[in-house]
């Protein structure tokens, strides 16, 4: 059986579809951070089958929710301070992500003005459609489960 221990303070993301926890690591920039993170890959679960578990030892400031909730909302935030669970947040698709991804249409401002935030607006929550700000083009996150 497979330990990992505790962690003091930080947060552990739980219920992540498998394979996914990689690609968490690097759009959250857990890597730029100097911090303890415990990448556990097809976990077995009751719920899903398989699942992936992030554990990460840091201030709970550090992670980005917005970028976390357009990822995968159905992921579990355990928030976790002197070894407890504090606090279970709930993710939401944000109302906007800021360059979290790009705009594919070439005839669009952000083709043209490289420093130019690429900003996308949530327009359909059921279906997960975002649209840039700038052009209107559609983007559909179809990297889910």
Do not use: W
């Not at 579809?17 to 077995?44: E, P, T, W």
């Not at 944000?94 to 790009?102: C, D, E, R, Y």
């Amino acid at each position: 059986m497979l330990n990992i221990s505790g962690i003091q303070e930080g947060f552990v993301l739980d219920h992540i579809q498998a394979g996914m926890s990689l690609r968490l690591y690097h759009d959250l920039k857990l890597d730029r951070l100097d911090c303890s993170v415990a990448i556990i890959k097809n976990a077995r679960s009751n719920k899903m089958g398989k699942k992936d578990i992030l554990k990460v030892e840091c201030p709970v400031e550090a992670l980005d929710l917005d970028i976390l909730g357009f990822i995968d909302h159905n992921i579990t935030v355990n928030v976790i301070k002197d070894s407890k669970i504090v606090e279970k947040k709930e993710l939401r698709l944000p109302k906007m992500v800021k360059n979290v991804i790009s705009c594919k249409n070439p005839r669009c401002i952000t083709s043209i003005e490289q420093e130019l935030d690429q900003i996308f607006i949530l327009t359909d929550e059921k279906k997960e459609i975002y649209r840039c700000k700038y052009c209107e083009e559609k983007f559909r996150n179809t990297k889910k489960r």
